[in-house]
């Protein structure tokens, strides 16, 4: 059971992970997986379970049928074998780097920014 909700973890194909994130797009999946991997760590990622769908409504007869909703899009849950591991701790503690040798800030994390400015942190100014 996790001790709160930033350091979860369960089974993920038989192997016990530490959760990254869940419900990411493939094009999240593919950057986690590299900036995560570039780090030192194994990476496992299952499809999410679909959520779960409102029954269809009966038509009364004479009646048009309502389309059924369209299906929800592909999503991952993304995992490390280090099941201590806490994307929070990661981010803030200056542990993540990326490819270029910068360390990994919360918006690079967010793809907010597409390079990563590594600052000097508020408590060494």
Same mark, same amino acid.
């Given at each position: 059971?996790?001790?709160?909700?930033?350091?979860?973890?369960?089974?993920?194909?038989?192997?016990?992970?530490?959760?990254?994130?869940?419900?990411? &797009?493939?094009?999240?999946?593919?950057?986690?997986?590299?900036?995560?991997?570039?780090?030192?760590?194994?990476?496992?990622?299952?499809? &999410?379970?679909?959520?779960?769908?409102?029954?269809?409504?009966?038509?009364?007869?004479?009646?048009?049928?309502?389309?059924?909703?369209?299906?929800?899009?592909?999503?991952?849950?993304?995992?490390?074998?280090?099941?201590?591991?806490?994307?929070?701790?990661?981010?803030?503690?200056?542990?993540?780097?990326?490819?270029?040798?910068?360390?990994?800030?919360?918006?690079?994390?967010?793809?907010?920014?597409?390079? &990563?400015?590594?600052?000097?942190?508020?408590?060494?100014?």
């Amino acid at each position: 059971m996790p001790l709160n909700k930033n350091h979860e973890f369960e089974e993920l194909d038989g192997v016990k992970c530490g959760i990254v994130e869940k419900n990411v &797009s493939p094009e999240r999946l593919a950057f986690l997986k590299e900036l995560l991997e570039y780090n030192g760590y194994t990476v496992v990622a299952v499809p &999410s379970p679909p959520p779960k769908a409102a029954p269809v409504p009966k038509t009364a007869e004479g009646e048009q049928p309502v389309a059924p909703p369209p299906p929800p899009p592909e999503t991952f849950t993304v995992g490390v074998t280090d099941y201590t591991f806490n994307w929070v701790n990661a981010i803030f503690g200056r542990l993540l780097k990326t490819q270029n040798g910068h360390i990994v800030t919360l918006a690079y994390w967010q793809q907010n920014d597409p390079v &990563s400015h590594d600052e000097t942190p508020y408590y060494e100014v």
